[in-house]
Structures are given as C-alpha cells and as structure tokens.
C-alpha cells in the first residue's frame, strides 16, 4: 500500500480530530479535515479522497445523512465513529453502506490498522483476471463489482460483495467467523466477530430466493454451496 493515502476525517472534536492526525502523520496519510457534515460533503465532492472517516452525531448534517449521501454516487471505503455502540446503530450503520463502525474511545492505532486492512480490501490488481462466477441463479461480476440474483441487480454494500465474493470463490468450503474476519476484513485483533454474523444477515436479505445459498454450520461458521 502507497502512503500517498488521502483520508478525509469528518469530526467535529478537535481533540478527536488531533489524535488522528497525530497517529496518520506517522503513516505519511494525507489528512483532509471537515468539521461539520455539510463541510464533509462538500469536501468529498471537491477533493480525491480513498477513505472516509465520519463520525455520527455531527453538528448541520449528521454522519447518517452524510454516509447515505456518498454512497449515492461512491463506493469509497467508509469507517463510522460514535459513542453509541448499540447492536442498532451497527446494523443500521452497515445498512447505509458503511464498511466498519468503531466505538469511542478507541485506539488512535486501532483506526489506523483498520484504515490499512479497508484500503488493502478495496484495492484492484491489474494483473488479475477477471472472470464471473456464477452459481445457480447468482451472477457475480468481478469487474463491476455488480451481483444479479434471477438476472435482477441487487445493491451491496463493499463489505457485503466482498463477503460473497470470497465465500462463492471458496466453495463448499466451511469457514469460521474469525477466518472471515482476516480473509474480508484484513484484521483479526480488534473484531467482533459478530460482525460477520451481521453482515450474513443483510446478505441473505438481498438474495432473497438465493439466500440458501450461504448455510450456518452450527458451531461452526458458514459456507457457499448451491443446494442440489
């Protein structure tokens, strides 16, 4: 990974905002700093950012708002911030396309191993061939990222593509939470595991008739397999 990296930092504590850009100084980021969330929009329309961090409970616009109004038009890797930690904000927080979601007070380091597993996730390697897999009734396009359920689009969030992704390349193959973890997420030391649970959830809600496709092994973990 370059570290050319440019984060835009939504956040309206400046001592919040201080931490961050004292842990990303040391990683050569390029910090882009809005302190409200209509600054944040207007920034991420007028600047290349390839991570956004934002923070909820912002002053004008709040980061629900913001997330939902980026993802309109991006697929930028999106970390939210808050100091709610409710099972609801979560889910509601993936819902709107967020891609990771960490409570205050967190780790300046923590952030900053999580900034690197999304951008390692979200990068593209030229040198791969792209090819689609499909499976039964699901069509997954590596190219455009783009998954049809009986030849109707569905709308995924990244971490719902890429979760789908890798266990549809995987096969039959059963995995763990904590597996998923590294192999989606790129890190294992600060997750929930539950979040793979989570994610399992909104997935199988979009596929709909296809949702059997990803099985729970109890105890276990999940799995790709079309049933026979």
């Not at 597993?117 to 997954?140: H, Y």
Request: net charge neutral; hydrophobic share 40%.
């Amino acid at each position: 990974m370059e570290n050319s990296v440019r984060v835009l930092l939504i956040e309206d504590e400046e001592k919040m905002r201080e931490l961050i850009k004292i842990a990303f100084r040391k990683e050569n980021f390029i910090l882009i700093e809005a302190v409200d969330g209509r600054q944040g929009l207007n920034l991420f329309k007028t600047n290349e950012a390839d991570i956004v961090i934002l923070d909820i409970m912002l002053p004008e616009i709040d980061g629900w708002t913001v997330c939902r109004e980026i993802r309109r038009t991006s697929n930028i890797p999106i970390i939210l911030l808050t100091a709610r930690g409710e099972e609801f904000d979560k889910l509601f927080g993936f819902e709107l396309g967020a891609d990771d979601y960490l409570v205050k007070p967190f780790s300046p380091k923590e952030l900053t191993a999580r900034v690197k597993a999304l951008l390692r996730r979200s990068e593209v390697k030229s040198s791969e061939a792209v090819t689609n897999l499909e499976f039964g009734d699901i069509v997954i396009d590596k190219l455009s990222r783009e998954v049809t359920v009986n030849k109707q689009r569905i709308n995924l969030t990244n971490k719902e593509y890429e979760l789908l992704h890798f266990l549809a390349s995987n096969p039959k193959i059963v995995f763990t939470r904590e597996q998923l973890i590294l192999k989606v997420w790129g890190y294992e030391q600060y997750s929930d595991p539950r979040t793979v649970d989570t994610h399992i959830k909104k997935l199988r809600d979009k596929l709909g008739d296809c949702s059997s496709y990803i099985s729970t092994i109890w105890g276990v973990g999940y799995k790709f397999e079309v049933p026979k």
